[in-house]
């Protein structure tokens, strides 16, 4: 039992200075016509001509150890470009999970040839991973996991299914987490390991599961004898469980969480000042406001992970709440500025309009459904 705090943090005038060099780049990259603005782009934005792009600029990997091509730059500084990304809705679905998850899960528990296969493709923005957790008839009870690896000469053989895994079908691996060794009842957290999938091995199928929109992000994966080498197992065998859990601090706490309708939050405000709609804006300046604080929240726990400290807390209360804004912000502005909700659309704003209402359900599932979040944070804090 803990008591939850969160750093009051504020940027330094360098990495505002950073900022502002970030988002000079992506206006330029959009006036060219590199991409469009879209909601919830950093689920549904794919390019590897833009991954690349960034990995061009260092902008990938930012943070990890100059020896694999990283900067060795700060947390705070991912955070920067993050948000810049996010806010101007810059297609980086590809190379997401690589960069916020899998790199760092490499990092400290991968073997060092795979630090040194990995993490320069990863930092190149040509690397991407898609994370294998959830499986049919498991709900958000990950402990109930089937999907199993039995040990063979010179490797694992991988049997059973995932799914909503994003970007699978995008990705060239899958971090995958599995039971090498049968449940114990009394141990459900225990005989679990992560394997890094090809997914371009025999064995392996991908099948869509599409958004209300039509849009291709999550999918099926079936494994069905799937052959995966020693050399690609992550940390060790039977701490899977305790290695996911690290990354969910990366996966919960970020940006993301909060600015997935940002651009259209943004859209709104231009069209609400265009028609001079003063009760309007009255009403999106609150949407403004509860922003600035999640934001505030989430910023105050990239401090926390510059300093190595444990956030998980802090992540579920950030996710819980940032997730439930996102919803919220389409919830809003389809009131304030009504219309026909076309995908097609040439009008920004209607296409933004209608992925902010459509992906909408998604947001407070992935990454650990919001009952979840809160049996958490009720586990964990202590009220003063």
């Not at 190379?95 to 190149?124: C, M, N, S, V, Y």
């Amino acid at each position: 039992m803990k008591q939850l705090q969160l750093p009051a943090f504020e940027f330094t005038e360098k990495q505002k200075e950073f900022r502002q060099i970030v988002r000079s780049f992506l206006k330029e990259e959009k006036a060219k016509g590199s991409f469009e603005t879209h909601a919830d782009s950093w689920l549904s934005g794919y390019s590897s001509e833009f991954s690349k792009k960034l990995g061009q600029q260092g902008w990938i990997g930012i943070t990890f150890p100059k020896k694999y091509g990283g900067q060795a730059r700060s947390s705070i500084d991912r955070y920067i470009i993050t948000e810049e990304l996010l806010a101007i809705g810059a297609p980086v679905a590809s190379h997401w999970f690589a960069d916020r998850q899998t790199g760092p899960l490499l990092l400290k528990f991968g073997t060092d040839e795979q630090k040194d296969f990995f993490i320069p493709k990863i930092i190149k923005g040509e690397c991407y991973f898609s994370i294998g957790l959830s499986e049919p008839n498991s709900g958000s009870d990950l402990a109930s996991l089937k999907t199993s690896a039995k040990k063979v000469e010179g490797g694992w053989i991988v049997n059973g299914m995932k799914t909503w895994t994003s970007g699978a079908h995008h990705s060239h691996y899958m971090i995958t987490l599995c039971r090498t060794t049968p449940q114990d009842p009394n141990k459900r957290h225990h005989g679990m390991s992560q394997l890094i999938v090809d997914l371009k091995s025999e064995g392996v199928s991908i099948r869509p599961i599409q958004y209300l929109t039509g849009d291709h992000h999550f999918n099926e994966v079936f494994l069905e004898n799937v052959f995966v080498p020693d050399n690609r197992v992550v940390g060790k065998i039977g701490e899977g469980w305790a290695q996911g859990m690290t990354e969910l601090a990366f996966e919960r706490s970020g940006p993301e969480r909060i600015l997935s309708t940002f651009p259209l939050l943004e859209a709104a405000i231009a069209l609400l000042k265009e028609k001079k709609d003063h009760l309007g804006l009255m009403e999106a300046s609150k949407l403004v406001s509860r922003m600035w604080y999640l934001r505030n929240m989430s910023a105050g726990i990239a401090a926390l992970l510059e300093e190595k400290k444990d956030v998980n807390l802090a992540a579920a209360l950030v996710k819980d709440l940032g997730t439930n804004f996102e919803q919220h912000v389409a919830e809003v502005i389809r009131l304030l500025l009504p219309t026909l909700p076309d995908k097609r659309s040439t009008d920004e704003y209607t296409r933004l309009l209608t992925e902010s209402i459509l992906h909408g359900p998604g947001f407070t599932l992935r990454g650990g459904t919001t009952e979840i979040m809160r049996g958490i944070v009720a586990k964990g804090v202590v009220y003063a």
